[in-house]
């Protein structure tokens, strides 16, 4: 999956610090670990869940190089069973959350089914248009009239700018 921004939000859990593993780190770690926790996710957010377990890419991701703050972000990631592991099928572990990964499938999802639906909803437009076209005897008794008078181009002019007015 590439690295594409699916939404500018994604879903947390109500009340995340009060889950008992959050709550430990909290206390633990204070809210300086809960921050790197919230950037790790937003992170993995943009990246699609998932990301290569690799703490030294991670930590330059996340800009931590005070040796306090990586070895927080280090506690932070592996000894608070707040992530998902698991081994990808080229043998490379992998760190992320369920959870964003599957609201990033569902926002796939979303845009691919709005995508269908669009294309779906301007072929039946267009085919609106085309069977609301009269043809030339049904067009009243004014039209006929002024119609005379008019040229071809004229008179296709006059089709597209009632189609425009019209909302067509």
């Given at each position: 999956m590439g690295n594409e921004i699916f939404s500018l939000w994604y879903k947390q859990?109500?009340?995340?610090?009060?889950?008992?593993?959050?709550?430990?780190m909290i206390k633990k770690e204070g809210v300086e670990g809960y921050g790197l926790y919230m950037i790790f996710a937003d992170s993995l957010h943009v990246s699609g869940g998932y990301r290569e377990n690799n703490f030294d890419d991670i930590s330059l991701v996340l800009d931590c190089r005070k040796k306090k703050i990586k070895m927080?972000?280090?506690?932070?990631?592996?000894?608070?069973n707040l992530f998902d592991y698991y081994v990808d099928d080229d043998g490379i572990e992998m760190i992320g959350l369920q959870r964003v990964k599957e609201d990033v499938e569902t926002l796939t999802k979303r845009k691919l089914d709005g995508k269908k639906g669009g294309l779906k909803r301007a072929k039946n437009q267009a085919e609106k248009q085309?069977?609301?076209?009269?043809?030339?005897e049904e067009l009243s008794e004014k039209v006929k009239e002024v119609k005379s008078e008019m040229t071809d181009y004229e008179?296709?002019?006059?089709?597209?700018?009632?189609?425009?007015?019209?909302?067509?």
């Open positions: 859990p109500a009340m995340l610090t009060s889950f008992p593993e959050m709550a430990l927080k972000l280090k506690r932070v990631l592996d000894d608070y085309i069977n609301e076209v009269k043809p030339k008179e296709e002019e006059l089709m597209y700018q009632a189609m425009y007015y019209n909302g067509n």
